[in-house]
């Protein structure tokens, strides 16, 4: 009988971080879906919300996609811990390998696009306080997407160190 | 005597990615470095540089710390290929490993920043043709540590698949 694949790190450990970047990213989404503000722009009240930018789009597409990622990987650490039994072996190792690290690079990007664009508009003179609590939000949600971001950083490196041995 | 430290992937080929990484970070550097416009903002003529926004600093400082960790990762393979000794052994196999991540992570936040700003600065109305011309530069700066985000998350790949076997 060929021994049980074996990982870097115990599992339960693994599905810690697992739950802790769903948790982050959940409350990044909820955070940035429903920010919206009312800005005066002379006489003119203006409606804002997370889909007038690119930039915030990009973060809720990044966010999402990452819940479901996570929310499958949750799924198949679960039946391990319980089970003792990992599903795929070796070839399953080769995916978590390369979607963990796709993964984390999505959300770094998706926290630092959002990053990038809130930054510049905080600077802006002129903010009205509905504007800037538009904002405020807008960098809770990315602050969240980021620290979501740093829990898969830590799920790529366990599932790098947990890949078969040198080719 | 201990057989040589082996590694996944040919260290021609490895070099090969670090100094394509290198070039596309150098020129998005002098890229953005140059980028500087003159806009009119009613009747005053306004100079623009890259360094006004945030964004593109940090893209600039992303750049120039991935030029100068590749530069030394360049000289350390091309060690490597012209003796075929690997210096550290399996004690730098690690360092690659967490150098080469955290690399991919800051180019990647690097070129996401600027396209999260640049992006919704180019849908503004009323450009005009300077603002543009500075938009457009700095899209191409940010292409190009994107492409060279490419490159690192490569060899990223292949410091993870280079790893001592499993623990």
Same mark, same amino acid.
Request: charged share 10%; with cysteine.
């Given at each position: 009988?060929?021994?049980?694949?074996?990982?870097?790190?115990?599992?339960?450990?693994?599905?810690?971080?697992?739950v802790?970047?769903?948790?982050?990213?959940?409350?990044?989404?909820?955070?940035i879906?429903?920010? #919206? %503000?009312?800005? *005066?722009?002379? &006489?003119?009240?203006? +409606?804002?919300?997370?889909? @007038?930018?690119? =930039?915030?789009?990009?973060?809720?597409?990044?966010?999402?996609?990452?819940?479901?990622?996570?929310?499958?990987? #949750? %799924?198949?650490? *679960?039946?391990? &811990?319980?089970?003792? +039994?990992?599903?795929?072996? @070796?070839?399953? =190792?080769?995916?978590?390998?390369?979607?963990?690290?796709?993964?984390?690079?999505?959300?770094?990007?998706?926290?630092? %696009?959002?990053?990038?664009?809130? &930054?510049?508009?905080?600077?802006l003179?002129?903010? @009205?306080?509905?504007?800037?609590?538009?904002?405020?939000?807008?960098?809770?949600?990315?602050?969240?997407?980021?620290?979501?971001?740093?829990?898969?950083?830590?799920?790529?490196?366990?599932?790098?160190?947990?890949?078969?041995?040198?080719?």
């Amino acid at each position: 009988m060929a021994p049980p694949p074996s990982t870097a790190v115990s599992p339960v450990v693994a599905l810690i971080v697992r739950v802790l970047t769903f948790i982050c990213l959940i409350i990044s989404v909820i955070v940035i879906a429903t920010n #919206t %503000a009312t800005s *005066i722009v002379g &006489v003119d009240q203006v +409606n804002i919300k997370f889909n @007038d930018f690119y =930039a915030y789009r990009y973060m809720l597409a990044t966010g999402v996609i990452g819940m479901a990622y996570t929310l499958v990987q #949750t %799924a198949f650490t *679960i039946f391990f &811990v319980t089970t003792g +039994n990992r599903l795929g072996g @070796d070839g399953l =190792a080769l995916i978590d390998f390369y979607g963990d690290k796709a993964l984390s690079y999505m959300l770094a990007t998706g926290a630092a %696009a959002a990053f990038g664009l809130t &930054v510049d508009l905080n600077r802006l003179p002129g903010n @009205d306080s509905d504007t800037q609590d538009f904002l405020n939000k807008a960098n809770a949600a990315a602050s969240l997407l980021f620290i979501g971001f740093i829990f898969s950083a830590i799920s790529s490196i366990f599932s790098s160190l947990s890949l078969p041995k040198r080719f």
